[in-house]
């Protein structure tokens, strides 16, 4: 089992930052995959960014030099995050944090990014 505490998001104007933070705690040291979704209204989730236990990352084409995924790690958790610069009102979006454990997929509660001015 993992659980995820997500943090960050909020209301931002266009051309502004956010940082979002994912903290996963429990059976973290079979994670794969870390990364974030987004879901905006009426559209289907899609994939934003993702990182693997090695460091790979891998981008949505449209935040492509607009966003960088990290991760960092101790003992008790791992944490992933996402810097968002430059932000668009088309990111505006409901953010999921994802990790995979096997054949096991967790989600986040999800966080609301807003651009708008």
């Known amino acids: 089992q993992v659980q995820l505490v997500e943090s960050g998001g909020g209301l931002v104007q266009p051309g502004g930052s956010l940082r979002l933070s994912c903290a996963a705690s429990?059976?973290?040291?079979?994670?794969?995959?870390m990364g974030w979704y987004r879901q905006a209204p009426g559209k289907e989730r899609e994939l934003v960014a993702r990182?693997?236990?090695?460091?790979?990352?891998?981008?949505a084409d449209s935040v492509k030099g607009r966003f960088t995924i990290s991760s960092s790690r101790d003992n008790a958790k791992r944490t992933v995050y996402l810097q968002m610069n430059s932000l668009k009102p088309e990111d505006t979006a409901v953010y999921y944090c994802?990790?995979?454990?096997?054949?096991?997929?967790?989600w986040g509660q999800g966080t609301q990014v807003t651009v708008s001015s």
């Open positions: 994802n990790v995979q454990c096997g054949i096991y997929n967790y």
């Open positions: 429990g059976s973290i040291f079979s994670i794969s995959f």
């Open positions: 990182i693997t236990s090695g460091g790979s990352t891998n981008y």
